[in-house]
């Protein structure tokens, strides 16, 4: 059985992240069981620091999001653990449990929830592309800002009712030639040639579109062999009538 237990403050090893990761260790030996948090730490600071084995466990780091935005990675499991405090969300796996380490009055929560109700409301009003996974670090130099992200980054473009254009500026850091290559929804839009020292640039049109589009970039040689490599975005941008999103 493939198990998820999520929690967002596993960087602390607390008695919390102890509790939750005695309970990884001991459904590891029979089962494949993954330890979902945003921050990285090394498993084997949290066996010395929690005296635990955790050999067995995997630890899955993902970008820092809301905690509703976590639903839509618990149906990949058979059973979905919520072990993290005060982070109520859906759970869509198959059978779930939710640990409670102190009782919290739900309605003490109605403040956040309608905060993120709006956000979720302003963030499809204006178009907004969200980084779904992948990224290493934000890089801030001389005033600007990138994304320096793994090859197996995806950018989640959201519902378009008309065709917009695009404009996507990255470096692939790999000191070679290479072919890079867009895809959106894992069809293959554009590729282009990078000669291992410049950007490489995309301008296409994307939708119209009744759901969420997943843009997805790969890097690979003359022959089409798949190269990994990390990825610095230094310019995303998305034109549409109310406004002009940029990175950078």
């Given amino acids: 059985m493939k198990i998820g237990i999520y929690n967002r403050w596993l960087h602390t090893l607390g008695g919390g992240e102890k509790h939750s990761l005695a309970m990884a260790s001991l459904l590891s030996k029979e089962n494949d069981v993954e330890v979902i948090s945003h921050k990285e730490i090394l498993k084997s600071s949290a066996e010395e620091r929690l005296n635990l084995d955790l050999s067995k466990v995997n630890f899955v780091f993902i970008q820092d999001r809301p905690a509703y935005m ?4 618990t149906s990949a499991y058979d059973l979905f653990i919520n072990s993290s405090f005060m982070d109520f969300f859906p759970c ?10 102190f009782p919290a009055r739900i309605e003490e929560l109605t403040f956040n929830k309608t905060k993120h109700k709006i956000g979720r409301i302003i963030k499809k009003w204006l178009s907004v592309p969200y980084i779904k996974q992948g990224v290493r670090e934000i890089i801030v130099k001389d005033g600007y800002f990138s994304y320096l992200v793994d090859d197996n980054f ?12 695009i404009f ?5 850091h790999c000191e070679i ?16 040639h990078n000669d291992g020292h410049t950007n490489t640039c995309f301008d296409v049109l994307v939708g119209p579109s009744e759901k969420n589009m997943i843009l997805t970039i790969q890097i690979h040689d003359e022959e089409g062999k798949r190269i990994p490599a990390d990825l610095e975005i230094n310019r995303l941008m998305l034109f549409n009538n109310r406004y002009k999103l940029f990175v950078n």
């Fill in 70 to 73: 976590i639903s839509e990675l």
């Fill in 92 to 101: 869509y796996s198959a059978k779930s449990m939710d640990l409670i380490f």
């Fill in 154 to 165: 995806s950018i989640e473009l959201p519902k378009i009712s008309e065709t917009l254009p």
């Fill in 168 to 172: 996507l500026s990255l470096k692939p």
């Fill in 177 to 192: 030639e290479t072919n890079v290559s867009l895809f959106i929804n894992g069809k293959e839009i554009q590729t282009q």
